[in-house]
Every structure is written in structure tokens, then in C-alpha cells.
């Protein structure tokens, strides 16, 4: 039974669109994040949602929006996808905000612009 | 934020102890130490977590100095399994975190 999920795991689309990737944990957990990681394996948080409120919002365009409808859902809508937003995605939960609880990471969406 | 600094990357062979040292000079007093160990394809997975002195767990040991300026990740006899991407964090419960690109091991038969 799969704890954090993602889905598309894949996805390929062309410059100038509209697309999102659906996260969802049943772990219970109140915090769920956002990741983005290039091809140099740099891992960079997005955003961070406790109990459906925003708690961390990065230095990221404005393009990008994350929803999150209940506490065990975070989706990520990007608009106007850009080449350089190529890269892979991952959703992540934990307990709670914070360094100390461990996060449980989903397997990731590969997102290809072209 | 306290920022860490790890080697890029590193080789080992099966059967060998394997080392990877953080360091993190500006580290606060509350803040905390936490490995997570990234597989191909996979998303980042929690190794261990400490404060001062000495962790371990059943997949690895961490040694942190008392002046907890830098810290070890210790991985007993790896396997060709072990090779993944290790990231330190370093922070408390009230300011950002920061993975950075970790330290790439790469185990050889």
C-alpha cells in the first residue's frame, strides 16, 4: 500500500502549457511539500502546506501554484511551462513542519518540456 | 539557514566501510543533523538523525563532534545496493531546510 503517491509519473508536454501533477499520502500526516530536482541531482524545496495551509513558498515563479483540497492531497499546477522547467518533482509528507520529522518522499513525476 | 558542505562525490567496494563527511561551521545551537539517502529513480529516504556525539541505527552510524561544526555518516559494510546520492540537512523546526546536491556513492564490486 503506497504511502506518498504521484501522479503522472511521466509526463511530456510542449512549451506554453498547462499542466499538473496530483500527490496524495495515507499516512496520515499534516504536512505535505513539494520538491523540485534538476539533472545535477540538486533537490530544492518548492512549497509546504500544514493541515492545507501554505507554510514555505520558495523563490518560484509564480507559474507555479500548488492546491491542496484536504490535508492528505497536494497537487502542483504549472502554467506556461518553460524548458527550463524540465526536471523531476516529488511530493513529500511528514508528521509535522520541520527538520526533525522524518518526510516520506513519492516516487516522482519526470516532466519533460519541449 | 545553515549551510553544509559535502564532497561531490565518492567511490568504495563492497565490503568496506564508507565515510561522508558534512560540514556545517554556522550550525545553530537547536539545530538538528539528518542524512536521507537517495536511490535511482527513487525519492529521498530518511537514514538518521542527530544532535551531538553518537547515532546509530540498523543502516548506519552518525558521529557528530562536540562542536558539532561538522558530522560523519557511517555506512558499515557496503553492498552494491548502498550506491545512492547521501544529502546532510542541517536546521531546527522553524526554518527552512536545504538539500543541496548531496554526495554521490558509488559502490564497485
Known amino acids: 500500500d503506497t504511502a506518498v503517491s504521484q501522479t503522472p509519473k511521466y509526463l511530456v508536454t510542449q512549451m506554453g502549457n498547462d499542466k499538473s501533477i496530483k500527490c496524495e499520502q495515507n499516512l496520515g500526516h499534516d504536512t505535505m511539500y513539494w520538491y523540485k530536482q534538476d539533472s545535477k541531482k540538486f533537490l530544492k524545496i518548492m512549497f509546504s502546506?500544514?493541515?492545507?495551509?501554505?507554510?514555505i513558498n520558495e523563490t518560484v515563479p509564480n507559474r507555479f501554484s500548488p492546491k491542496s483540497p484536504d490535508k492528505a492531497h497536494l497537487n502542483l499546477h504549472i502554467n506556461s511551462l518553460e524548458l527550463g522547467d524540465s526536471a523531476v518533482y516529488f511530493c513529500?509528507?511528514?508528521?509535522?513542519?520541520?527538520?526533525?520529522?522524518?518526510?516520506?518522499f513519492g516516487p516522482g513525476t519526470r516532466l519533460t518540456v519541449t | 539557514l545553515a549551510k553544509t558542505t559535502q564532497p561531490i562525490s565518492m567511490d568504495s567496494y563492497e565490503g568496506q566501510e564508507v565515510n561522508i563527511t558534512c560540514s556545517h561551521n554556522?550550525?545553530?545551537?537547536?539545530?538538528?543533523i539528518t542524512w536521507y539517502q537517495q536511490f535511482p529513480s527513487q525519492g529521498p529516504r530518511f537514514i538518521i538523525q542527530?544532535?551531538?556525539t553518537k547515532v546509530t541505527n540498523e543502516v548506519a552510524s552518525l558521529f557528530i563532534p562536540a562542536d558539532r561544526k561538522s558530522s560523519t555518516l557511517s555506512l558499515p559494510r557496503v553492498s552494491l545496493s548502498d550506491t545512492a546520492v547521501y544529502y546532510c540537512?542541517?536546521?531546527?523546526?522553524?526554518?527552512?531546510?536545504?538539500f543541496g546536491s548531496g554526495t554521490k556513492l558509488n559502490v564497485k564490486p
Open positions: 513529500a509528507s511528514s508528521h509535522a513542519t520541520g527538520i526533525t520529522y522524518e518526510q516520506y
Open positions: 502546506y500544514n493541515n492545507k495551509e501554505l507554510i
Open positions: 554556522n550550525i545553530a545551537t537547536n539545530d538538528y
Open positions: 542527530g544532535y551531538k
Open positions: 540537512l542541517v536546521g531546527d523546526n522553524f526554518n527552512k531546510f536545504y
